[in-house]
């Protein structure tokens, strides 16, 4: 995934675009970068591999190596970034967030028309940022440059540009899948993903950018380079997994969802099974939490946790490459708090249910410590559909997704001609897929949440939230 910060301002800013970058840590575990303008120096850059050790201490000394009074910067899960570019549209930093699917077409299709020349990385790769100034710098404007990539682009891109002159360029996806927001105090303004990222460095909201919208940012001024447009397709995502708690996008808190969700799935249940003998309910740590929460308020089940992650020297699960290495590092990470386990009816609340392997893992983890029953839930629809507009995930094909697996080996391919049916847990292919998973994850129950659960849980309307991944719509 990935998340970027900027200000531009009429003080040194270092100190805050360092805090607001180091706020958005948990978007990405890759590289971490900033740039920044100074009136006297001009434009500056470092980038730092993060996947050993965290973005704050690999840059607790870039206050004796830049100085800026605009600057941005990015937590990034792809390529080194921000790049310092030098074009007919002058010299300026740039970062993204997003993904580009039709990566190699457009470098052929470019090297073609400009006989020109790309850096190339190990294996001859072209860094996607340099790719995205490339096609930028094709146009005579950065609003016409930006417009232009976004629309020959498949997948998504928000933009920061660090011009020569201090100012930023800030632009949303062009459907605005992902949030950019913007700040102001009183020597000039914020612009990020997360707002509570400027909002804890005393920046008020300004607003947020529309569905494609462009704007040049000044200590003194936002000016609008392009209007936004009338299609909005909001993740869902955003809210049900990747968002921190303190998150609010369009106007929708985080935690207040998830446990707007966790209640609409324990209604469900209520009506449709009774009262379950569980003793407790919990999530699964740490996305699932809240979740389980709204669920356990609205059952009048016990909240408990009943293993503990152990986060201060374990990296993070999914970071390794190998999907064997992930496991063992999230089996590594739980703690057992055994008298909440041991002769335990437990029920577990999860953010999603992707390939399974780490959920299988941690039920085995619980049954070793004595559970007696194991119940899940997951706080989103089967997941049907990799995404094909941002980077959040690393599965390479649908058949990584366990709920397509269990389809195909229910009915073949056929079966893939009944997802919708698959997804709905009242019809017989959905409780069969249920069933399934069940067995195969060794599951005493599950379900999912429904589609128009999760959709009211956000409380936006449908058309205007992506839901691919659960339905196949774009």
């Avoid at 310092?84 to 457009?106: K, P, Q």
């Avoid at 460095?201 to 529309?210: A, C, H, N, P, V």
């Avoid at 190998?322 to 089996?331: H, L």
């Avoid at 959040?392 to 649908?398: E, I, K, M, N, Q």
């Amino acid at each position: 995934m990935g998340g970027f910060f900027g200000i531009t301002s009429r003080e040194d800013c270092m100190m805050d675009v360092f805090f607001g970058v180091d706020y958005h840590s948990h978007l990405g575990t890759r590289r971490g970068g900033l740039a920044a303008y100074d009136p006297e120096i001009g434009l500056q850059r470092k980038i730092h591999n993060i996947e050993n050790a965290p973005f704050r201490t690999k840059f607790e000394h870039i206050f004796d190596e830049m100085t800026g009074t605009s600057a941005i910067g990015v937590i990034s899960d792809t390529d080194p970034q921000p790049l310092l570019i030098r074009s007919h549209l002058g010299t300026y930093a740039i970062c993204n967030v997003g993904i580009i699917n039709n990566y190699e077409e457009l470098i052929e299709k470019h090297l073609k028309q400009s006989y020109g020349h790309f850096d190339a990385m190990t294996g001859g790769r072209v860094n996607t940022t340099e790719l995205l100034a490339a096609l930028i710098d094709t146009q005579s404007s950065f609003a016409e440059g930006i417009k232009l990539a976004q629309d020959i682009i498949e997948g998504t891109q928000c933009i920061l540009i660090l011009c020569e002159d201090g100012s930023i360029i800030a632009a949303r996806d062009k459907v605005g899948r992902l949030p950019v927001c913007i700040g102001k105090n009183g020597d000039g303004y914020a612009v990020s993903f997360e707002s509570y990222a400027f909002q804890k460095l005393g920046y008020e909201d300004e607003r947020e950018l529309g569905p494609g919208e462009i704007v040049r940012i000044t200590p003194d001024s936002i000016k609008q380079l392009r209007k936004p447009g009338t299609k909005k397709r909001v993740c869902s995502f955003l809210w049900s997994y990747y968002g921190y708690p303190t998150s609010t996008y369009e106007g929708v808190n985080v935690e207040v969802m998830r446990y707007r969700n966790g209640a609409i799935m324990a209604e469900h249940d209520k009506e449709n099974l009774g009262e379950l003998d569980i003793d407790y309910v919990g999530g699964v740590p740490d996305s699932g939490t809240p979740h389980a929460i709204g669920y356990a308020n609205k059952s009048g089940k016990h909240f408990a946790r009943a293993f503990i992650k152990y986060t201060p020297t374990w990296s993070r699960s999914f970071m390794p490459t190998r999907q064997s290495d992930r496991n063992k590092i999230a089996k590594m990470k739980q703690i057992p708090v055994y008298d909440l386990i041991k002769d335990k009816d437990l029920l577990f609340v999860d953010d999603s249910i992707v390939r399974g392997t780490q959920l299988r893992e941690t039920v085995e983890f619980l049954y070793e410590n004595g559970a007696k029953s194991v119940h899940m839930r997951s706080a989103c629809p089967p997941i049907m559909f990799g995404c094909k507009y941002l980077n959040f995930s690393r599965s390479t094909s649908d058949m990584d997704l366990i709920a397509r697996r269990v389809i195909m080996e229910l009915e073949g391919e056929e079966g893939f001609d009944h997802i919708k049916e698959y997804a709905d847990g009242s019809t017989e292919r959905g409780k069969k897929l249920r069933e399934t998973i069940c067995e195969k994850l060794k599951f005493d129950s599950l379900d999912f949440q429904s589609l128009d659960g999760i959709v009211e849980a956000i409380g936006l309307d449908k058309c205007d939230l992506c839901t691919y991944c659960w339905d196949g719509e774009e």
